[in-house]
């Protein structure tokens, strides 16, 4: 549900994408909603996310990624990463 009522899907990685992740990208994909998929240790990735989120006019964003129970410490990590992307 949270893929159909937004505007888009940004999934956030460190390693690999587990299967709720997966699921969530083939949603997107099935049902042509915008998406972006960003390696949360890339800098480059808060320019390309930001380019993203203006050129599909997204106001209302998934952000879906990794479970903290299958990538220990990725909460943390995508906590501190959005923090700094929404100083921008």
Not at 71 to 79: N, R, S
Request: proline share 3%; with cysteine; aromatic share 12%.
């Amino acid at each position: 549900m949270n893929v159909k009522h937004s505007d888009g899907t940004l999934i956030l990685f460190e390693e690999s994408l587990d299967k709720g992740t997966q699921q969530a990208y083939n949603y997107a994909v099935e049902h042509h909603k915008p998406l972006l998929i960003a390696n949360i240790n890339d800098e480059k990735s808060f320019v390309q996310i930001l380019n993203w989120i203006n050129m599909y006019c997204i106001r209302d964003i998934n952000i879906a990624g990794p479970r903290e129970s299958n990538q220990p410490g990725i909460y943390e990590k995508t906590k501190r990463f959005l923090d700094q992307l929404f100083v921008f």
